[in-house]
């Protein structure tokens, strides 16, 4: 049902002194910069492997990634899982056990569908699915 990890999502305050550190740190420039006004969050991509690094910073100080860096700092705040078909894994895994933050697919960064899962649900970590939007 999950394919590959497709990237590691990482609260930044910064985008501008984060993209230079994970520059520095992976020997690459980021390839893509995006917003996603639903979320209020600028996203910024590097590539490592298989897998990507998603840079995350607040747009609005109401934002979920505004939340998150005022009550944790800094750091990862997600995990995103590659699947096949979103809505049969949604429904696989609240079958499961793991509690759905939405239940419904939304357009998130980088051509995705995307769907979250309580960190309560997961041993305390935030879980992504994405799904390629064809």
Known sequence: MLLKIDHIGIAVRSMADSNELFRRLLGETHYKIETVESEKVATSFFRIGDSKIELLEASDPESPIAKYIEKRGEG???????VEDIRAAIEHLE??????????PKRGADNKWVAFFHPKSCNGVLVELCQTIA
């Open 76 to 82: 990862i705040h997600h995990i995103a899982f590659e």
């Open 95 to 104: 079958q499961q056990g793991f509690v759905p933050l939405n239940r419904e």
